[in-house]
């Protein structure tokens, strides 16, 4: 699979996200905090958030490794208004979505796990 060819179906897997409504944006990060690929209508900007998040789930990686376990899921930052959830795609990537704090986070989290799984499948590829 060529390099455009991953790029179009990740691309689409984030696309389909974000028009789920509640979504604000979806993008994926690099650990070292730099967006590899985004899907953000939101104002807020995609490259201070895809930093900071790449950030928070680096401090919850080395939090965990004290209590003998790096085998982090999901980091779930909630707010008043939303939440940013961040879970780990690979080694390389991370998959960063921000929502309305409406939306039942056990039906969203369903949901934002198949995407995950698919990003995963087509990343493999690659």
């Known amino acids: 699979m060529s390099e455009d060819d991953v790029r ?5 897997v984030l696309k389909r996200l974000v028009e789920l409504e509640g979504v604000y944006g979806a993008c994926i990060v ?3 905090g730099l ?11 995609v490259d201070t958030v895809a930093a900071m998040g790449a950030a928070l789930m680096g401090a919850a990686e ?5 209590f003998g376990d790096r ?6 930052v909630v707010s008043e208004g939303m939440r940013l959830v961040i879970l780990g795609i690979d080694d390389d990537v ?3 979505a921000a929502l309305d704090r409406s939306l039942p986070i056990e039906t969203f989290d369903q949901t934002l796990r198949m995407h995950l799984v698919e990003l995963e499948e087509i990343l493999a590829e690659a």
Do not use: K, Q
């Open 30 to 32: 690099s650990r070292d």
């Open 35 to 45: 967006p590899v690929l985004s899907e953000w209508p939101h104002t807020a900007n």
């Open 94 to 96: 991370l998959l960063l």
């Open 8 to 12: 179009d179906r990740a691309a689409d």
């Open 71 to 76: 085998t982090i899921e999901t980091v779930l």
């Open 62 to 66: 080395t939090s965990l490794l004290e």
